[in-house]
């Protein structure tokens, strides 16, 4: 199984410049979410979805959007990038409450200059 | 505001001594507490905590929840160089599960 896959895993950004980072996950699972994760720093909560059609915001989600047509992808767009936006970004997908842990692709690294 | 906090921030020790790592939270809406691995990617998964005073055990991994004072201790024992990395602690809350980390545990195992 593929799990859970992040692309690109790489991008340098001009300021003002926007782009989409894709996540897809193959283990059927409703919940997916995306964190962002700064130098030396926890991960932050970007914006989640509990299943397709319907998404939330979640600690920092200024400066981004997401849709989630499908059970399988849940794209984030960047919109008018900032160099506050420079940032490791990593997608994760889980199962319902108490039937297992969180499971994370590799991330994306992104430099906005 | 919730919080999670790890302490220490870093920890340097020598292959085979044997480290605990702390965790401690505030939130409203407690669901479990998760221990994730990092190194230098993805976060991989080590524990999930439920209930108080059930150790889990993985190995030279070992993890224990106290729901009521709030914390989680990650014991590692014999520690490798492979075992450098950060450790993250992290607390599920709300109906979809969504995580809350601290800063993480830079641990650093020398040879």
């Known amino acids: 199984n593929a799990g859970v896959t992040q692309t690109p895993k790489f991008r340098i950004l001009k300021i003002g410049q926007s782009m989409t980072l894709q996540c897809t996950q193959d283990m059927n699972h409703n919940y997916m979410y995306w964190y962002r994760q700064d130098p030396g720093m926890g991960l932050k909560l970007i914006y989640y979805?509990?299943?397709?059609?319907?998404?939330d915001k979640g600690e920092v989600p200024n400066g981004y959007n997401v849709s989630r047509s499908t059970t399988e992808d849940f794209p984030l767009r960047l919109e008018l990038a900032a160099p506050s936006q420079t940032s490791v970004y990593f997608c994760?997908?889980?199962?319902?409450?108490?039937?297992?842990?969180?499971?994370f692709g590799e991330g994306s690294r992104l430099t906005v200059l | 505001e919730d919080k999670v906090v790890q302490s220490p921030l870093s920890l340097v020790v020598h292959e085979g001594d044997t480290v605990t790592l702390n965790c401690s939270y505030e939130v409203t809406n407690f669901r479990s507490l998760l221990w994730y691995k990092q190194e230098k990617k993805a976060p991989t998964f080590l524990f999930m905590l439920?209930?108080?005073?059930i150790e889990k055990k993985s190995g030279r991994l070992s993890s224990i929840l106290d729901k009521k004072e709030l914390f989680s201790i990650l014991n590692i024992t014999a520690t490798q160089t492979g075992d450098s990395a950060v450790y993250l602690c992290a607390v599920e809350e709300g109906s979809a599960r969504q995580l809350t980390f601290g800063s993480g545990t830079q641990l650093t195992v020398l040879p």
């Open positions: 979805s509990v299943g397709a059609g319907i998404t």
């Open positions: 439920t209930s108080s005073g």
């Open positions: 994760a997908s889980s199962p319902p409450a108490g039937a297992g842990e969180l499971f």
